[in-house]
């Protein structure tokens, strides 16, 4: 965590989460939750987070 290496992945996290956030929001329209319950949140969230991942994984792929 303190050599240079892991000094310049702990800067480049915030630009990596905050593009997470920003994409969810603009390419998926998400702008509230739907459902009203921290659990049926989570669970909302957790669809939201999983659909990215999964067009990540497409565009590795090929």
């Known amino acids: ?6 000094l ?20 998926f329209g998400m702008r509230r939750f739907l459902l009203k319950g ?3 949140v989570k669970i909302e969230w957790g669809l939201h987070c999983i659909a990215h991942n999964m067009r990540k994984m497409a565009v590795v792929m090929g």
């Open 38 to 40: 921290l659990e049926k």
């Open 1 to 6: 965590m303190c050599s240079e290496e892991g």
């Open 8 to 27: 310049k992945m702990r800067s480049l996290r915030p630009v990596e989460v905050e593009s997470v956030f920003g994409d969810i929001k603009g390419n």
